[in-house]
């Protein structure tokens, strides 16, 4: 409690109530790095759920949300099972405080659960006893990987992480991703510094080619509903997909 984590400065970004002092802190900390972090946040937020409905849409209906978080407001299985009310959904996260607040919200939900693993562990997740009482391995699954991948170090080999999941999931499964990304290499090496300077190790901020790695052989959706728009890496916002909601206007935190 008394150092920033991840799941906690993202819930104070966010504007949710599952922080402390030390998260708060980081949370205002990082928007005068890089103005505009919580906006961001929201951004990224809104995308998820977007990328949720129109994977349930498409009638899948297992989710693995990878990093998830802290519970806040249009999680991953509300959105999904709004679509369908069978759907399952394994939520995993590094941070057992996701577990804690995670069963308070599930506790009456069928069809999910939380796992506290390290992602890294691509068996252990995917053997747990809740991905195995959830997910049916021979029917397509939605992984999801939102504002993750950029707390993995190079040197841990974040995109065959992502392939060892894949190269788990039968044919017509789905990918949500999202990542810090910078054209400005020299840029995001100083916010990655800084963001390490605040004792959180995490904004791994990586260029629009490495993030990409993560679609290596997929088949990347349109961002917009007609499918004319290129089927490129884009912004989280920019990614629409017919959805045309107004873009988030959060607060930023205060001191
Ligand atoms: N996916 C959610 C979203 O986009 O709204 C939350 C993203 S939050 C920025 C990143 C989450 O990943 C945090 O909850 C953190 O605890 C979790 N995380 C970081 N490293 C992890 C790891 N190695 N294994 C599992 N979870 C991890």
Redesign the pocket.
């Known amino acids: 409690m008394s150092r920033p984590?991840?799941?906690r400065?993202?819930d104070a970004l966010?504007g949710g109530k599952d922080n402390f002092q030390p998260d708060r802190d980081a949370a205002v900390a990082v928007e005068e790095i890089n103005p505009g972090s919580t906006q961001l946040?929201h951004e990224?937020?809104a995308f998820?759920s977007r990328g949720v409905r129109h994977v349930a849409g498409l009638g899948i209906r297992q989710f693995i949300?990878?990093?998830?978080?802290?519970p806040?407001v249009e999680n991953t299985h509300q959105v999904a099972q709004s679509v369908a009310p069978d759907t399952s959904v394994v939520y995993?996260?590094?941070?057992p405080i996701?577990l804690s607040h995670g069963r308070a919200i599930l506790a009456d939900t069928p069809g999910t659960s939380v796992v506290t693993?390290?992602?890294?562990d691509v068996d252990s997740v995917m053997s747990a006893e809740e991905t195995r009482r959830l997910i049916d391995p021979s029917q397509p699954v939605c992984l999801?990987?939102?504002?993750?991948l950029?707390?993995?170090p190079d040197e841990d080999g974040p995109f065959d992480v992502v392939r060892g999941y894949l190269d788990r999931l039968p044919a017509g499964s789905a990918l949500v991703y999202?990542h810090l990304c910078a054209s400005d290499v020299e840029a995001g090496r100083t916010f990655t510094r800084r963001v390490h300077e605040l004792g959180m190790?995490?904004g791994r901020i990586r260029s629009p080619e490495e993030c990409a790695q993560a679609f290596d052989s997929l088949e990347i959706v349109s961002p917009s509903t007609d499918g004319t728009a290129p089927r490129v890496l884009v912004d989280c916002d920019t990614w629409r997909n017919g959805d045309i909601e107004p873009r988030p206007r959060p607060t930023p935190p205060e001191k």
């Open positions: 984590t991840v799941a400065t993202y966010l946040c990224n937020r998820l949300d990878l990093g998830s978080g802290l806040t995993v996260d590094i941070d996701v693993a390290d992602i890294r999801m990987l939102v504002s993750l950029h707390c993995i999202s190790d995490w």
